[in-house]
C-alpha cells in the first residue's frame, strides 16, 4: 500500500469521501458532524463495508431518506434503528444459495453472558432481520422500546479510537470480544459459511514495535483485527492487496 496525503485531518475532504462512496451505491450524505472523530466513525464504517464489497458481496444500500436518497448514518447508540440506513451485504454461490446479512452502525448488542448488559460497538454485522427490542427500567423508566441485537445473531463487530494507541487501550477490546463473541476467546472460531471479518478495531493513531507484537498476538488468539495508522493508511481493511493480513472468520 502506498502512503497518501490522509483525508482525516481536512474534515471537508473527508466529508467529500464519505460523499463520493455513497453517491457509487446512489445515496447521499447530508447530515452534519463537528469533530474529526466523528467524521473518521463514518469513514471507518464505510471501509467496513468497502471490506465486504472487496470479499465478494454484493452491498447494496437501505432505508434512504427522501428523493434524494440520503443515507442517514446512526450517529448515536440512542438513534431508533428504523430511522437509520443500513447496507445489506449479500452472499451469494454458484449452486442459487445466498446468505444477506445487515452492516449497522451504532447498533446496542446484547450480552452472551448476561441478558441484561448491552454494549454498543461502533459496528456490527448481524442476521438480516435479527434486530429487536424490549424495556429496560434504566432507559426512559421503561416507557420506550429499547432496540438491541442479540450476541448470537452477531457475525462480527467493530470499533473506531481517534487516538494515539496504548498497550492498554488495545487491549481494552478484548473485553469487548469475551462479551460479544466469547468462543473466540476459547479458539472456537465460526468454521460455516460465509467468511466475515474478524472483529476488528480501527485506530486513528501510529503504534509502535510492541503495538505491533499486540496486534499479532491478539490476531493469532482471537481473529481479531487491530488496524493502526489509519490516518496515513486508510485502506487497510478493504485493500484487496492486504486481505491476506485481515484476519477472517468463517469459510467461503
Do not use: W
Not at 496525503?5 to 481536512?10: A, G, L, Q
Not at 448488542?109 to 461502533?122: K, L, R, Y
Not at 441485537?149 to 479510537?161: G, I, L, S, Y
Not at 466475515?196 to 493469532?220: M, Q, R, T, W
Amino acid at each position: 500500500m502506498s502512503k497518501t496525503k490522509s483525508p482525516f485531518k481536512d474534515n471537508n475532504l473527508l466529508k467529500q469521501q464519505v460523499q463520493v462512496f455513497l453517491s457509487q451505491h446512489h445515496a447521499c450524505f447530508a447530515q452534519e458532524a463537528s469533530r474529526t472523530s466523528s467524521f473518521f466513525e463514518l469513514a471507518a464504517y464505510n471501509d467496513l463495508v468497502k471490506f465486504y464489497e472487496t470479499n465478494g458481496y454484493s452491498v447494496t444500500p437501505q432505508n434512504l431518506r427522501g428523493k434524494e436518497r440520503q443515507f442517514v448514518y446512526a450517529l448515536s447508540p440512542k438513534a431508533k434503528p428504523s430511522n437509520c440506513s443500513f447496507f445489506y451485504a449479500e452472499k451469494r454461490y454458484r449452486n442459487g444459495d445466498s446468505m444477506t446479512f445487515e452492516i449497522r452502525h451504532n447498533l446496542r448488542i446484547q450480552s452472551a453472558h448476561d441478558s441484561d448488559i448491552f454494549v454498543s460497538p461502533d459496528y456490527a454485522v448481524i442476521e438480516k432481520g435479527a434486530i429487536t427490542s424490549t424495556h429496560q427500567p434504566h432507559y426512559y423508566n421503561g416507557k420506550v422500546d429499547y432496540f438491541f441485537v442479540a450476541a448470537k445473531d452477531v457475525k462480527t463487530f467493530a470499533e473506531t479510537k481517534h487516538y494515539q494507541p496504548s498497550p492498554e487501550l488495545v487491549l481494552n477490546f478484548v473485553g469487548l470480544i469475551n462479551e460479544l463473541m466469547p468462543a473466540l476467546m476459547n479458539g472456537k472460531f465460526p468454521t460455516k459459511k460465509p467468511k466475515h471479518c474478524g472483529p476488528s478495531l480501527f485506530v486513528s493513531g501510529v503504534g509502535n514495535a510492541h503495538l505491533v507484537k499486540i496486534k499479532e498476538s491478539l490476531g493469532n488468539r482471537y481473529k481479531a483485527n487491530i488496524l493502526m495508522g489509519l490516518f496515513a493508511y486508510p485502506s487497510q481493511v478493504h485493500s484487496t492487496s492486504n486481505q491476506v493480513n485481515i484476519h477472517k472468520i468463517g469459510s467461503m
